[in-house]
């Protein structure tokens, strides 16, 4: 599970954001982790299917936009989905459950309210903060 932080997203991309970025940590990607070997990803002839999460579409343009390109959320979507290992077959990873666990996953670790309640919100993009203070909020 990776997060992004939108204005930073922008900031460092060499093509500029079309709209202004939210100032929140949003999702990246989901994907599986394996302990003991190299990472699979890359399925072919696998996409979203837009269908099965038409009911969570709404709260994922929040918690996992397309920050580049706000028009094109499910191609940002299936690019990340083309990752997944297996994605055809493995249970955790189905369209939907891999959605729906990452607004799950948003929810309990929710890192731009955990540094809002720490004060530290307010940073430039680009600004410095020592790692320990961020470990400590």
Not at 32 to 52: D, F, K
Not at 73 to 101: C, T, Y
Not at 113 to 132: C, F, H, N, T, Y
Request: net charge positive; charged share 15%.
């Amino acid at each position: 599970f990776t997060q992004q932080y939108q204005p930073a997203v922008c900031y460092f991309n060499p093509t500029p954001c079309k709209d202004p970025p939210d100032k929140l940590f949003t999702v990246h990607g989901l994907w599986p982790s394996n302990l003991n070997g190299p990472h699979p990803e890359n399925c072919t002839n696998a996409t979203v299917n837009s269908q099965r999460i038409t009911n969570i579409q709404a709260q994922l343009k929040i918690i996992w936009p397309n920050v580049l390109d706000r028009t094109n959320h499910v191609g940002f979507w299936n690019k990340q989905w083309i990752k997944s290992p297996n994605n055809e077959r493995h249970a955790l990873l189905s369209n939907s459950n891999q959605h729906d666990m990452a607004a799950y996953i948003t929810q309990k670790q929710n890192v731009s309210g955990i540094l809002s309640k720490a004060k530290m919100w307010d940073e430039p993009v680009g600004g410095k903060r020592p790692l320990v203070d961020i470990e400590n909020a």
